[in-house]
């Protein structure tokens, strides 16, 4: 059987012959960006997130060991204080030039109750090892998101999600928090204590003070099959709502300038263990780039390349405990704008922009990804009050992203979406009030919490006003 691999890169270096010097004009675009210095001229360490578009010169860096280092910290440390996670953000919420705190080394579980399922965990506990220790205990997460790199605390302040009918963002099965304060206060909250602070703070943006412990609602540990299927883009467009309800999970990747998507499916099984083989997403994208180098002005030739490429490509399965196949490897660096739309509106939005990019910005190679989300009652939660379908837009880290804002956000905006916190978009305070019911009110916890701006810095002051 021929490999996504085998298939893609035999294709592509077939086509490659005697195409070297359109190759060579893209990957002379598509050079390394120029490194900024270690050191700012205060002899201050450089802080950059996972893709490189954010940075800053932080004059503090703390890790507090314990609950009562956080509390001073909070309480006595430069301002802006701002938490940072693994760096997987694409906005500015991290970058100060006051104190960057670190939570690693608040990690690992606190405890956990058989009979209900729940779990207390230390905020700064990475999504990768909380998997492995909920099921060490029989329970697992509802659902994980696409990369596991992200600490708990950072995942939750971004809303971040998976995808699946009926299926929440890691905040919906949230039950209760431990906060600190920004004046060193410590408090627990949940929806019978401190309510309000516990649904304007569930997303937080690290914006209300620092997470130090949280309750998970998780389920038995269970086996899942995952499925990867190559498929016509038009035909699961057409699909998708029966798709979405038949699937315990399911996702699709649009490859763009190829007519084709992946479809990504997880259902709860029985069967015997098939566990995941090598990866080959990094050797998949690569190939996609090589077509876009060879025929970036030639989509029509492109798009046949790809095709007869493609033509054999057989489905991928895998048999495991869903926190080994719901989450993936990827080391291949990007930068994502992502929206939250209704779900009425997410086929039509993707139509749309794949029309725009297909006709204007030959340059993308990366897919463009389609998740679904269940709504939940988080103030500030892209998925507050609504089932969203969630549509993610990526770019190299190597290449420009100015096109998403020009062609892709218009279309997300005008279907109504609501933008990932931790993904690139425009909107200020002005334009959010109007797509979250409880804006006003989260703002006004954040200001009775916060009243000296501690925790804010430009960026949250642009988003809360």
Not at 55 to 73: C, H, I, W
Request: hydrophobic share 40%.
């Amino acid at each position: 059987m021929s490999t996504r691999r085998t298939v893609l890169l035999g294709g592509v270096g077939a086509l490659a012959v005697g195409a070297g010097s359109l190759a060579g004009r893209r990957w002379c675009l598509s050079r390394e960006p120029e490194a900024p210095s270690p050191l700012d001229d205060q002899g201050r360490v450089l802080w950059s997130n996972w893709a490189g578009n954010q940075r800053a010169y932080p004059a503090f860096r703390a890790a507090p060991a314990d609950e009562a280092q956080l509390v001073s910290l909070m309480r006595d440390a430069a301002a802006p204080v701002r938490p940072v996670g693994a760096g997987h953000s694409f906005t500015a919420l991290v970058p100060t030039e006051g104190t960057l705190l670190s939570l690693d080394r608040l990690s690992g579980m606190v405890r956990h109750d058989p009979a209900t399922l729940t779990a207390r965990v230390r905020a700064g506990t990475k999504l990768s090892a909380l998997g492995p220790a909920l099921a060490a205990i029989g329970q697992e997460m509802p659902n994980l998101p696409d990369i596991n790199k992200q600490t708990l605390a950072g995942a939750l302040a971004t809303a971040t999600h998976g995808t699946g009918k009926g299926v929440r963002a890691l905040h919906g099965d949230v039950t209760e928090m431990r906060l600190v304060l920004p004046s060193g206060e410590v408090t627990e909250c949940s929806r019978d204590q401190r309510a309000e602070l516990f649904h304007a703070a569930r997303v937080g943006l690290g914006a209300f003070g620092v997470l130090s412990e949280v309750t998970l609602q998780n389920r038995p540990l269970s086996r899942v099959k995952k499925v990867v299927t190559l498929v016509d883009t038009d035909q699961v467009l057409a699909d998708w709502p029966d798709l979405a309800a038949r699937h315990r999970n399911a996702e699709f990747l649009i490859l763009p300038f190829t007519g084709k998507s992946a479809l990504i499916t997880h259902d709860t099984t029985d069967e015997p263990v098939k566990p995941r083989g090598p990866d080959q997403d990094v050797d998949t994208l690569m190939s996609l780039k090589s077509l876009r180098d060879i025929f970036e002005f030639a989509p029509g030739l492109r798009k046949r390349a790809a095709r007869a490429a493609m033509a054999d490509i057989e489905p991928e399965i895998a048999i495991d405990e869903g926190w080994k196949l719901l989450s993936n490897e990827r080391p291949v660096r990007f930068k994502e704008m992502e929206y939250h739309v209704p779900i009425a509106e997410q086929v039509g939005a993707l139509r749309e922009i794949i029309a725009r990019i297909e006709r204007d910005e030959p340059g993308v190679f990366f897919p463009i990804e389609a998740r679904i989300i269940a709504p939940d009652d988080a103030w500030l939660s892209p998925f507050h009050d609504r089932e969203c379908g969630s549509i993610a837009i990526h770019s190299w880290y190597r290449e420009d992203h100015e096109w998403m804002f020009r062609l892709a956000e218009p279309v997300l905006r005008e279907a109504g979406g609501r933008p990932h916190w931790g993904k690139l978009h425009s909107l200020s305070a002005a334009e959010l009030k109007g797509l979250y019911p409880m804006f006003a009110e989260a703002q006004a916890v954040r200001r009775a919490i916060d009243p000296s701006g501690r925790m804010m810095n430009p960026f949250l002051q642009r988003i809360f006003g």
